[in-house]
């Protein structure tokens, strides 16, 4: 099975401030790679599908890349609407299965 | 506007049986295939499991293989969770979750999901 590591576990930044989140897989996934934002009490939002494209309506402050086993999540400037926790997830076709990794929780400093 | 709507979420006994239902709106059901997704209290996302468009392909987390049954009904715009064999790690909220016509495995579409408590 392929795992998924993210990092940090959570930060805190400031309004404005470019904050990234890293999310590794043990094995290459190609650009097999969402990106999701999930808020309290809510169900996750897709952001970011396949490493790098940015899901219809998502604001362009949000954007992914990396392919193979690394990748990375931008926000070029964090707004307060932004707080949540991320989390990324791999999937693959043989045999199908996904896995999401442990989440990322931003905060504003 | 598309909706998912979770149902069947309640506390049973380890060992007990329980299904959830997800009724679709606002898409063409039948086009899209259809997950399940879960969350533990406090916990992050797991997938559960995935139905093909048709119903003529099912896959399973190795978490629940052979204790759980996806289905659908393409006629009701319907999706089903059939759990069995319940422990008390399975307690979790369980989302459906519709694949993005982008790309598979993007799920666009969440429902509010509904909570399943394992418990004696």
């Known amino acids: 099975d392929i795992q998924m590591t993210q990092s940090p576990s959570s930060l805190s930044a400031s309004v404005g401030d470019r904050v990234t989140i890293t999310c590794q897989a043990s094995?290459?996934?190609?650009?097999?790679l969402n990106w999701y934002q999930q808020k309290p009490g809510k169900a996750p939002k897709l952001l970011i599908y396949?490493?790098?494209n940015l899901e219809t309506g998502v604001p362009s402050r949000f954007s992914g890349s990396g392919s193979g086993t690394d990748f990375t999540f931008t926000i070029s400037s964090l707004q307060p609407e932004d707080i949540a926790t991320y989390y990324c997830?791999?999937?693959?076709?043989?045999?199908?299965?996904?896995?999401f990794g442990p989440g990322t929780k931003v905060d504003i400093k | 506007e598309v909706q998912l709507v979770e149902s069947g979420g309640v506390v049973v006994q380890p060992g007990g049986s329980l299904r959830l239902s997800c009724a679709a709106s606002?898409?063409?059901?039948?086009?899209?295939?259809m997950h399940w997704v879960r969350q533990a209290p406090g916990k992050g996302l797991e997938w559960v499991s995935l139905?093909?468009?048709?119903?003529?392909?099912?896959y399973y987390a190795d978490s629940v293989k052979g204790r759980f049954t996806i289905s659908r009904d393409n006629s009701k715009n319907s999706l089903y969770l059939q759990m069995n064999s319940l422990r008390t790690e399975d307690t979790a909220l369980y989302y459906c979750?519709?694949?993005?016509?982008?790309?598979?495995?993007?799920?666009?579409?969440w429902g509010q999901g509904t909570l399943v408590t394992v418990s004696s």
């Open positions: 979750a519709k694949d993005s016509a982008s790309s598979s495995w993007s799920f666009d579409y």
């Open positions: 396949d490493a790098s």
């Open positions: 139905i093909s468009w048709d119903g003529g392909s099912t």
């Open positions: 094995q290459d996934i190609s650009n097999y």
């Open positions: 997830q791999q999937y693959d076709n043989l045999p199908p299965e996904s896995t």
């Open positions: 606002g898409f063409t059901f039948d086009d899209y295939t």
